[in-house]
């Protein structure tokens, strides 16, 4: 049973639109991911946070941004969407302790940008 | 640099069929690694991780993998496939919690299909 939700699941959206994809998890997990999935491709990270007020840029450069308030919450947003962002963006979480580095994902949001 | 190799990009096998699944991997020190299995429309499940100790490790739905560092291999094995283990299949590589650049790393994946 998924305890890291994403929403929405399935987004259609015209190009220039502002969205925000939503990431909630109920572990108390300090640590959160965003990840970028494209077909036959590795999953690259774009985002990722700590803490409370912490945010870093991940491996691929990505034009959406993080923020988070919230130890339960860490919602990407794209100001203006372009078909070039369409792609499943799979959010993740960890617990800060030590030798438990496993990630657990949420089920996805799969952004198509017309 | 880490990374992870996946060289089977497709799979096919029949049901009841054993199955491995390749993966290799480049990091400068120990390394954790991790199987992934993601179905159709769904997020990532993880299936077995290795961290230290027994270099043969079990998982859930009857996969099991094997570390052998000479060759920079966690392959992944199941002795008999079931038509519900369809899915793709990802490989990744990390480092020791705590570190500040603590990433995943992910391969490319491996998508298997049973056949009946």
């Known amino acids: 049973e998924a305890d890291i939700y994403q929403t929405p699941r399935y987004l259609v959206i015209g190009t220039g639109k502002k969205i925000t994809l939503e990431c909630s998890q109920t572990?108390?997990?300090?640590?959160m991911y965003w990840y970028q999935q494209d077909p036959g491709m590795e999953l690259h990270l774009i985002h990722y946070?700590?803490?409370?007020?912490?945010?870093e840029k991940g491996d691929l450069s990505s034009e959406s941004t993080v923020s988070r308030i919230r130890t339960e919450h860490f919602p990407l947003t794209l100001e203006s969407a372009r078909p070039s962002h369409t792609s499943q963006y799979l959010c993740a979480s960890r617990p800060d302790s030590s030798g438990a580095n496993v990630l657990t994902f949420g089920a996805g949001s799969r952004l198509t940008v017309l | 640099a880490q990374s992870v190799t996946q060289p089977d990009i497709h799979i096919t096998v029949s049901e009841g069929a054993s199955l491995e699944l390749r993966c290799n991997y480049s990091?400068?020190?120990?390394?954790?690694l991790f199987w992934y299995v993601q179905s159709p429309g769904q997020g990532l499940q993880l299936l077995l991780k290795?961290?230290?100790?027994?270099?043969l490790v079990q998982g859930i739905k009857g996969f099991e993998a094997e570390f052998k560092r000479s060759q920079s291999s966690f392959n992944l094995r199941k002795p008999s496939v079931h038509w519900s283990d369809a899915a793709e299949y990802f490989c990744?590589?990390?480092?020791?919690?705590?570190?500040?650049?603590?990433?995943?790393?992910f391969g490319k994946g491996t998508l298997l299909t049973v056949n009946p």
């Open positions: 990744a590589v990390g480092g020791a919690v705590g570190g500040s650049n603590y990433k995943l790393t």
């Open positions: 990091y400068g020190a120990t390394p954790y």
């Open positions: 946070s700590y803490g409370v007020n912490s945010t």
């Open positions: 572990m108390g997990h300090d640590k």
């Open positions: 290795y961290f230290s100790g027994d270099t």
